[in-house]
Structure formats: structure tokens, C-alpha cells
């Protein structure tokens, strides 16, 4: 069983940062891509950021030079970096990895921006 595991979340002011993680136990063998994905309130989830094992990276025309995602594949951990956040980044951030032919989500953490 895979546990996705994630950490950063919090409240800042408009043009301030954060940083997300989020750490994978279990079998995780063979993680394929790692992506983060956004939720605000009375949306539909949407995708942010995906790195492939190459690390190889796409992004959300919205967060484009703004927020940076990376992996340690060592650790089996992935991380966004969010840097020069506005009200509208507001949402709860899960974490996603493709492992083998599945996909796991971690419990999702809640990003507020707001002065």
C-alpha cells in the first residue's frame, strides 16, 4: 500500500512564498510521474505542475514562472515551490504520483492567500 503524505500549507500574504512536500511510503518502487494539483472552492481540481522521472516539467499557464516543481527521487519526495503567490492561488494542493499503473493522491493541504 502507498501512502502519499504531504506538508507546507499554510497562510501568507499576497507576494510571499511557500514551499510544499509531499513523501511517498510504502511500494514505491516504480514512480512514474509526480504532479501537484489545485482545488479552490466551488471548482473543479485542476493540474499545476507534473514531473516525469526524466524530470521533464509542465505547468499551468497561471503558475508559469512562478512556482517551481522538483522531485528526490532518493526520497521519494516531490516539492512546489510557490513564489509570488495571489489571492487567486487559494485553493487546498494535493499531491499526486503515478506508481505503476496507479495513481495516488495525498490528503491534500490548504493554501490561503490573503492579507
Known amino acids: 500500500q502507498v501512502q502519499l503524505v504531504e506538508s507546507g500549507g499554510g497562510l501568507v500574504q499576497p507576494g510571499g512564498s511557500l514551499r510544499l512536500s509531499c513523501t511517498a511510503s510504502?511500494?514505491?518502487?516504480?514512480?512514474?510521474?509526480m504532479a501537484w494539483h489545485r482545488q479552490a472552492p466551488g471548482k473543479q481540481r485542476e493540474l499545476v505542475a507534473l514531473?516525469?522521472?526524466?524530470?521533464?516539467?509542465n505547468y499551468a499557464d497561471s503558475v508559469k514562472g512562478r512556482f517551481t516543481i522538483s522531485r528526490d527521487n532518493a526520497k521519494n519526495t516531490q516539492y512546489l515551490q510557490m513564489n509570488s503567490l495571489r489571492p487567486e492561488d487559494t485553493a487546498v494542493y494535493y499531491c499526486?504520483?503515478?506508481?505503476?499503473?496507479?495513481?495516488?493522491w495525498g490528503q491534500g493541504t490548504q493554501v490561503t492567500i490573503s492579507s
Open positions: 510504502g511500494s514505491t518502487l516504480s514512480i512514474i510521474t
Open positions: 499526486r504520483m503515478a506508481i505503476g499503473p496507479s495513481n495516488y
Open positions: 514531473i516525469t522521472r526524466s524530470g521533464a516539467t
